[in-house]
């Protein structure tokens, strides 16, 4: 099979921080139980209100990535190469949050398909 043909690999998707071994239990249980909202007034280039997740579980995630961010700059501060920093910088709690939940809806969504299937068949 030549070159031209040949099915490209993904590239792995790095880990970030919600592999560490707390924060993904505590992921996983926000997607079982999603933390509370509470909706926050957002200053910046305009002000809008935007609902943000709170709690115990947030705040620990928070210091989570807090901890991360400080090794992760460290780490770049001695060899000058910031990718993995600014990657990090960019999934903040609030983002890995809805993604757990994201995640675990498509996943219910999956099965219940699979079921329907199994059942017509």
């Not at 998707?13 to 926000?30: M, V």
């Not at 509370?36 to 989570?64: C, D, F, N, Q």
């Not at 809806?105 to 398909?113: P, T």
């Amino acid at each position: 099979m030549s070159a031209l043909f040949a099915c490209p690999v993904a590239p792995a998707r790095p880990l970030d921080w919600t592999a560490i071994p707390e924060a993904a239990a505590l992921l996983a249980d926000c997607a079982a139980d999603p933390p509370p909202t509470r909706v926050t007034r957002i200053e910046g280039l305009s002000t809008y209100h935007a609902p943000l997740y709170v709690g115990a579980r947030v705040r620990r995630l928070r210091a989570i990535h807090r901890a991360e961010a400080r090794r992760l700059l460290a780490a770049a501060d001695a060899s000058r190469d910031y990718a993995a920093f600014e990657a990090h910088c960019r999934r903040n709690v609030q983002q890995a949050i809805a993604d757990a939940l994201l995640e675990a809806a498509l996943a219910r969504s999956a099965a219940c398909d699979a079921r329907a299937l199994a059942a017509t068949g």
